[in-house]
């Protein structure tokens, strides 16, 4: 294809210079335009001929009516009216006016072209006439007009032939114009001059005014950048490396456009030989949505690769959150979870693209229905907010999009994405989030389900082999009645103090089975606690008072608390709760360190925490830290006393609280358990009386 030009051609002006003499008609036959020539052969004006019927401007010469002029050109002109094909009229007299008046005899030999347009209508009549007047008076009567004729009859058939030919390679031309307009690949062809020479009409809206430039300027003008993120330089553009003979297949190139969604292409190229107007040729394919789609199809592959592997938690998360920032082409991805305790949402993990900040207006922690997460953690459905400004804080971000995360019934945690473009997200993305959404839910309840399904079992278990079978009334007995026999005077000392020993053992299984039963009952609900107004300051102090009152090992407890810390709780268990927990920590805490308790609280949550330094917990331990009777191996080898229900048991006054316990990761120096409990509770209804 001709590139374009900034001169415009005049074709009216051409076409008035042009050396021959023509005529334009219209299918009326009024004259539209004619040619210098034709005006100079004719003894007429433009403004004389322009508007008028063609035989009102040269009417019959009332000498000679009977010339067969007029009848033979109207006959002819008709005839490409009719048929709409070129009609080549043999030599004839026709008298023209003069401009003083008469006529002069003329003779002319003629050729009318028809001219259609792109529906096959026509539109004009060309006539063209060469005046031979002089030629055939100069030649002897008879001869003269055969041979003048035969010449003229072989003369016109190589022109018809050069029009037939051209108006083939015209419409040659046009139908392959029209297909690669049809495609949806652009077509870019450049010649040896590195001009674009043959553009189809997708690579014009692709290029746009590029389209003027060498294609080694396109790299920047444009925006093209390789897969990973590097700009193409010009000699790596693919139709430059066609034009030097290279042969391209499935180049990839990115336009990433600012603030315009980025657009993948693939692209074939290579050089042509032997066209002398062209060098090389370049087909580029859009294949965004192909490369689009195929990406998130390989997140949701990595997401559930991810959530089926080991690992904690906190850790699957935050790959979760990459893989959907990344692979999505998301500017920004946070994860907020819920905290069931505060009733809050608090950012647990997040990943930011390279080239982006995290969004500051979202401040940490979140109320139910506050902010873009609160809102989709309210309605407990995704949530888009389109029109997030600059000036508000939000920077180069300007869409955000909140997918809650459900586990059950209930909403653990919300999924944010943020793009830095100014769009409605796809369907394909917005199904990806979800999906990834419903995954992790799925994921999170699993991990739930199987641990307490475990637990379970292990307490089923337990308590119909050790509760099952009445253990409680034997074991009452034995104390009993060992107690009396402790009691005889005569008792002899070997006998005493084998009764000691059984005494002693029969009220240590009656405390095992005793914890035992209370976790169970409490997990099953049989156990209920009445929240009271109380002071865990106060009974974190009297905890470590009595806690002093049996250390051997010169180690020291240390309460950091203010004066009072209220709330609703039941004090008698969670003086217990502190007692298991100080009693741990002393029996690990290393000889002349300190045992460090540190309780505060605000409107929503009260902490508690008891730190020591000492031997670690095994990472291959904590996930069993609070179940049934787990006792490390440490601790058994170690000679460390024990039953291992002490930490369960803490577990189930705190989660009857409706609190959470945990314990610090292994690579901190410290070992720091944390219990969070809800400041207030609701008080339930007194029961009433018969």
């Known amino acids: 294809m001709p590139v374009e030009t900034t001169t415009t051609v005049g074709y009216r002006l051409l076409f008035q210079h042009a050396p021959a003499a023509l005529l334009v008609l219209d299918p009326q036959l009024t004259i539209v335009d004619a040619s210098d020539a034709y005006l100079a052969a004719t003894m007429r004006t433009r403004h004389g001929l322009i508007g008028r019927h063609v035989f009102e401007a040269f009417p019959v010469n009332p000498d000679d009516p009977d010339a067969p002029g007029v009848a033979s050109l109207e006959a002819s002109l008709r005839r490409v009216l009719r048929e709409q094909t070129t009609d080549v009229m043999a030599i004839h007299q026709y008298d023209i006016p003069r401009v003083g008046g008469g006529f002069e005899k003329r003779f002319w030999a003629p050729v009318s072209v028809p001219v259609c347009d792109e529906d096959g209508r026509l539109r004009w009549i060309v006539h063209r006439v060469d005046d031979v007047t002089a030629y055939v008076e100069s030649q002897p009567d008879g001869l003269r007009f055969a041979q003048l004729a035969e010449q003229l009859r072989s003369s016109n058939a190589r022109a018809e032939a050069e029009v037939f030919a051209h108006q083939r390679l015209h419409e040659e031309h046009q139908v392959l114009q029209a297909l690669l307009d049809s495609l949806d690949a652009a077509v870019v062809g450049c010649g040896h001059d590195d001009r674009v020479v043959l553009a189809n009409d997708a690579a014009r809206d692709l290029l746009g005014a590029q389209i003027a430039v060498p294609p080694t300027e396109w790299g920047p003008a444009l925006h093209l950048h390789h897969p990973d993120g590097r700009p193409i330089a010009p000699e790596d553009l693919p139709l430059v490396r066609a034009l030097r003979g290279e042969r391209v297949r499935d180049a990839e190139i990115v336009r990433r456009t600012p603030g315009v969604p980025r657009r993948h292409f693939r692209v074939n190229g290579r050089a042509v030989l032997g066209q002398p107007g062209l060098a090389a040729v370049a087909a580029i394919h859009d294949v965004t949505a192909h490369r689009r789609a195929a990406a998130l199809k390989e997140c949701e592959i990595l997401v559930g690769q991810a959530i089926r592997g080991p690992g904690p938690v906190d850790g699957i998360l935050a790959r979760v959150v990459e893989l959907v920032g990344s692979k999505a082409e998301w500017a920004a991805a946070e994860f907020w979870t819920v905290d069931a305790v505060a009733h809050v949402l608090r950012r647990a993990t997040h990943w930011v693209d390279r080239d982006h900040e995290l969004p500051r207006p979202v401040r940490d922690p979140l109320a139910c229905g506050e902010g873009i997460p609160g809102r989709a953690w309210q309605a407990a459905a995704p949530v888009h907010e389109g029109d997030l400004r600059a000036e508000d804080g939000w920077g180069s971000v300007k869409v955000a999009l909140a997918v809650p995360i459900p586990t059950g019934s209930a909403v653990f945690g919300v999924l944010v994405c943020y793009s830095d473009l100014v769009e409605v997200p796809d369907d394909v993305r917005l199904a990806m989030v979800t999906g990834v959404g419903a995954h992790l839910g799925e994921f999170l309840e699993r991990r739930r389900a199987v641990r307490l399904t475990a637990e379970l079992d292990r307490t089923r278990d337990e308590y119909i082999a050790l509760v099952g079978h009445e253990l409680r009334t034997p074991l009452t007995t034995l104390h009993s009645y060992t107690e009396l026999m ?126 020591n330094i000492g031997e670690r917990i095994p990472a291959e331990d904590r996930p069993r830290l609070f179940d049934l009777f787990f006792r490390a191996d440490s601790a058994r080898h170690s000679g460390v006393p024990g039953t291992g229900l002490g930490l369960t048991l803490a577990r189930a006054v705190v989660e009857q609280h409706g609190g959470a316990i945990a314990v610090s990761e292994p690579d901190e120096p410290a070992t720091i358990f944390t219990v969070r409990l809800p400041t207030r509770q609701p008080v339930p209804p007194a029961s009433s009386g018969s």
Do not use: C, F, K, Y
């Open 486 to 611: 402790l009691e005889d005077p005569g008792l002899a000392d070997e006998h005493r103090q084998m009764l000691a020993v059984m005494q002693r053992n029969a009220g240590t299984l009656h405390t095992l089975v005793g914890r035992l039963l209370e976790v169970a009952g409490m997990r099953s609900g049989h156990i209920r606690h009445v929240p009271a107004p109380m002071d865990l300051a106060a009974v974190v102090r009297a905890a470590a008072d009595s806690a002093r009152t049996g250390i051997t090992n010169a180690v020291t407890v240390d309460v950091n608390a203010p004066d009072a810390v209220p709330m609703d709780g039941d004090a008698e268990r969670l003086r217990r709760v502190v007692d298991e927990l100080l009693a741990n920590a002393l029996a690990w805490a290393a000889d002349g360190s300190t045992v460090g308790v540190h309780v505060h609280g605000d409107e929503r949550t009260t902490t508690l925490s008891v730190s």
